[in-house]
């Protein structure tokens, strides 16, 4: 058999090195043994259980909604678990490759968070996020309660109050989807609290918040 020409071994050698995978980093590889030490083996994920230890060892409480944040970070999908790819792309964004550095970030995340530029986009995604069966499209009015103390009610706590107020007296939704959910934002930004006197009907708002509006004024009249 005739002997490869140089040549050719270098471009055979030169095809491998393109092919190869690169190494991970030294930020990487210390990203990946930290997301090792909550993951749950046998789905290759951390899930709830790991997230739970996660809190403790952050010491924040599960329900803290700079988890929710951190979430909304990794763009993770399921709630209650993050993929080795989602835990890689929030923390590398983010900087930290230690539990110490993960710590210190969260409250920079919430200043990230708290940029007009990105907290409608966390506050669409908060919703998403708890939409936990498949081609769910909608949360139940306690959910929505939670999730609005949790995520709005630090902004705009008079407005979350009386809706919540409102969703668990009245009978006709037993559910919010996400247009009635962005639209109580927009609602929350653009009405004067409590005159209202800049609500349109008219205005193509959800039937919901119209709802809201004349169960509103007729307690102020009322009162």
Not at 119 to 135: A, G, N, P, V
């Amino acid at each position: 058999m005739p002997r490869a020409s140089k040549r050719k071994a270098d471009a055979v050698k030169s095809s491998h090195a393109e092919t190869a995978p690169k190494k991970p980093t030294k930020e990487v590889e210390r990203i990946d043994n930290l997301f090792a030490s909550y993951a749950n083996t046998s789905i290759s994920m951390i899930d709830p259980e790991g997230v739970e230890k996660l809190c403790s060892d952050l010491s924040v409480e599960h329900t803290d909604v700079r988890i929710l944040m951190l979430a909304w970070k990794m763009n993770a999908k399921k709630q209650g678990y993050f993929t080795q790819e989602e835990w890689r792309t929030g923390l590398k964004s983010l900087r930290a490759d230690t539990l110490k550095k993960l710590k210190k970030e969260l409250t920079e995340l919430e200043k990230e968070v708290a940029n007009p530029n990105n907290f409608e986009d966390f506050y669409c995604y908060s919703f998403r996020y708890c939409l936990t069966e498949d081609k769910q499209k909608s949360l139940d009015i306690e959910s929505v309660c939670v999730l609005l103390d949790l995520v709005l009610g630090p902004k705009f706590r008079l407005q979350v109050d009386s809706f919540c107020d409102f969703l668990k007296i009245q009978k006709e939704y037993k559910v919010v989807n996400m247009d009635q959910w962005t639209n109580f934002f927009r609602f929350c930004q653009e009405i004067e609290f409590r005159e209202l006197k800049n609500y349109d009907a008219c205005q193509a708002w959800p039937l919901i918040l119209d709802n809201f509006v004349d169960w509103l004024r007729e307690k102020s009249k009322s009162a």
